[in-house]
């Protein structure tokens, strides 16, 4: 059994991630922003604990971060302002990562996007430029850390049914369902081979376990 801290956790990713989680034994809190999200998080097993990521400060994100064995990072601000976006993808992430090694806790998946790089080619008047801006910043931090650190850059979501198959070889993006992506995060925590790592993925033919296992 492990014990994981989801920051994002009623995302959508998160929602589905929880119960596979939860099914396999490992103790899961999923941090939300509103307490009206704590039902829909119960029902997948998981504990919620609302807590205000945007605004917490290191050392409050460490005590909450304490005594688990894993953060998985899947908080966003969901778009709307270029400020809340930098102040929720970057500068909150970053405080996490921090917060986590204060903490004692090594292990940190973030998931990112196929596309995230400092040379994303997003225009500055995209509205679509503060987030890629934000992510690439900060896969670029985790990557600088002692973390045992690994960057997940799905492909363009869909809400397919999950097929358990990926391709994380393929330098061209294309799409991947959220279900997948929930069952790459859950094989990422328990597959050796992907720490240090980023893995780009798209939906593919290789089972899941076996192409993190190849990386």
Known sequence: MARILIFGGHGK????????????????????????QIDDVRATGADPVVFDAESASREAMATLIADHDAVVWSAGAGGGSAERTIAVDLDAAVRSMAAAADAGVGRYVMVSYFGSS??????????????AEAKAAADEALRATALDWTVLGPSRLTLEAPTGRIDATS?????????????????????????????????????????????
């Open 118 to 131: 400092p040379a994303h080619g997003i225009p500055a008047t995209d509205s679509f430029h503060a987030y």
């Open 171 to 215: 330098e061209t993006s294309g799409s991947v369902s959220r279900a997948d992506v929930a069952q790459v995060i859950a094989q990422t925590l328990v597959e050796p081979a992907t720490i240090r790592r980023t893995i780009r993925f798209n939906e593919g033919d290789r089972p899941i376990d076996q192409a993190l296992r190849e990386l």
């Open 13 to 36: 990713v998160a929602l589905l991630l929880e119960p596979l989680l939860t099914a396999r034994g490992d103790q899961v809190t999923a941090v939300i922003r509103d307490a009206g």
